[in-house]
């Protein structure tokens, strides 16, 4: 089958990265998948024409509303797969919800990538019972014409979650990583925490700048890095001016995901600050490569992180340093934190589940519940 998909392919992103894989996937089953910005189209009369001259079959688009609303109208069956603003935020602004809704009555079927995600579209937008197969039996009837969906039906969600496989670059310099950061420290006794977003409100990177910042003062050796790409250019100069007034707190662009993944590996934690996440790349990539997560509490990542045990939640940034308070320090937060008991379980293949289990575990206390 010939299919479209649709996505906001800003390089380096959460929403580029996971699109590349669900190509791979189709691609992989045997499926023609061009992947396309939905930026690049600027009405639906664009999409009609690429339909006609690709002679595309079917269609998908990864967030409902950016590329949802070029679907629609096109005469042939198209799904859809849930970002996480177009829940989170877009849903608030009257407009983009209404099209939104009307996008999802004419999906033949849409997939979160978590059951709350799941039921907050349902809570939106409230349908109809249908037949309850999986979303890809929908997908695999479309050439066949065999299957006539009800675009009323709230079984059209089916939850399916992101697949991660990390490749770390065999050539990547931590020190020199660390000189390109401007922290002139030994990587020895060293507490880098990776905070990997777009420069844009929603992720909202400057919400645990202060406290990184004193905490920097009373232990020298933690550092706080922000990395990722200037998406937003005015909230980018304001990010700028405040980590270059901030001590302990560094700015690194866009990497290459390979050398993003060596970061990674290398820092002592990843760090979610964002105000909504459907389902976090970067978390899941740092449970793949066992480096401690520390997530805000949002529905999102609470989805992802179970408290305690495959991570820490924090709802402001001095719960944050309690929460770590909590595993006694910092040396017990990292040894022998996160060590996997189902690793065999782990699938890293495109759209496959992420499965891996992994606790957190002090050198001499019990696991964590504290909530």
């Not at 040894?335 to 008991?341: E, G, T």
Request: with cysteine; glycine share 6%.
């Amino acid at each position: 089958m010939r299919l479209l998909f649709l996505a906001v392919l800003r390089r380096h992103t959460g929403n580029a990265i996971t699109a590349q894989r669900v190509r791979d996937h189709l691609e992989a089953a045997g499926h023609v998948c061009i992947l396309k910005d939905a930026l690049d189209f600027e009405s639906p009369s664009e999409i009609s024409s690429f339909i006609k001259a690709e002679s595309l079959e079917a269609a998908m688009a990864l967030h409902l509303y950016r590329g949802g609303r070029l679907l629609p109208g096109h005469g042939i069956p198209f799904g859809i797969i849930f970002g996480g603003t177009d829940l989170n935020e877009d849903v608030k602004q009257g407009e983009k919800n209404k099209v939104m809704g009307k996008v999802l009555e004419e999906a033949r079927f849409a997939v979160a990538f978590t059951e709350s995600m799941k039921e907050t579209a349902q809570r939106q937008w409230k349908y109809r019972k249908q037949d309850r197969s999986h979303w890809l039996s929908h997908a695999r009837s479309w050439h066949r014409g065999a299957q006539k969906a009800d675009p009323h039906a709230k079984d059209k969600i089916y939850v399916q979650s992101q697949g991660i496989a990390t490749v770390p670059s065999t050539t990547f310099n931590w020190n020199t990583f660390l000189q390109r950061s401007e922290i002139n420290q030994s990587a020895d006794n060293l507490h880098v925490f990776l905070l990997i977003c777009g420069l844009r409100e929603v992720k909202d990177p400057l919400y645990l700048v202060d406290a990184f910042s004193e905490w920097h003062r009373e232990e020298p050796n933690v550092y706080m890095v922000i990395v990722g790409p200037e998406v937003d250019p005015v909230f980018t100069r304001e990010v700028k001016a405040k980590v270059k007034r901030t001590a302990g707190v560094r700015l690194i662009g866009e990497m290459a995901q390979e050398d993003l993944h060596a970061v990674v590996k290398n820092c002592f934690a990843v760090v979610n600050s964002s105000v909504s996440e459907g389902m976090s790349a970067a978390i899941l990539e740092a449970m793949d490569l066992e480096v401690p997560v520390l997530a805000r509490n949002i529905p999102g990542n609470a989805a992802v992180v179970k408290h305690g045990v495959t991570g820490l939640l924090f709802s402001s940034p001095q719960v944050m340093k309690l929460r770590l308070a909590c595993v006694g320090s910092l040396a017990a937060l990292q040894n022998p934190i996160l060590a996997p008991r189902n690793a065999s379980n782990t699938n890293k293949g495109g759209a496959s589940r992420w499965r891996k289990s992994k606790t957190w575990r002090s050198p001499s206390s019990p696991q964590i519940h504290q909530k």
